[in-house]
């Protein structure tokens, strides 16, 4: 059984920072793609980064230069570094496992991210 564990969320302030980690079991990690999306209230959930199984390296225009993701293949995990962060950056944030060779796509639960003073 595939799980897609995300982990820390928060609260946090303008200007500041938070590291997400998504966990992954139950798949051969290092065969997926790895992306986190996110659905703020009322709108659509979009593309945040997305890192390949080569390690190549996509954001949405919006968080370039403030976000990073990263990988570990050797810890199953995949990680998002958000600097910088702004308000507009609330939402749920979800980690997505992508295979397009197999045809299979796997999702966490989503953690929360609030950006507020």
């Known amino acids: 059984q595939v799980q897609l564990v995300e982990s820390g969320g928060g609260l946090v302030q303008p200007g500041g920072s938070l590291r997400l980690s998504c966990a992954a079991s139950g798949l051969i990690f290092r065969y997926y793609n790895m992306n986190w999306y996110r659905q703020a209230p009322g709108k659509e959930r979009e593309l945040v980064a997305r890192?390949?199984?080569?390690?190549?390296?996509n954001y949405a225009d919006s968080v370039k230069g403030r976000f990073t993701i990263s990988r570990d293949n050797a810890k199953n995990t995949v990680s998002l570094q958000m600097n910088s962060l702004r308000p507009e950056d609330t939402a749920v944030y979800y980690c997505?496992?992508?295979?397009?060779?197999?045809?299979?796509?796997?999702w966490g639960q989503g953690t929360q991210v609030t950006v507020s003073s």
């Open positions: 997505n496992a992508n295979s397009p060779v197999r045809g299979t796509d796997y």
């Open positions: 890192i390949t199984t080569s390690g190549n390296t």
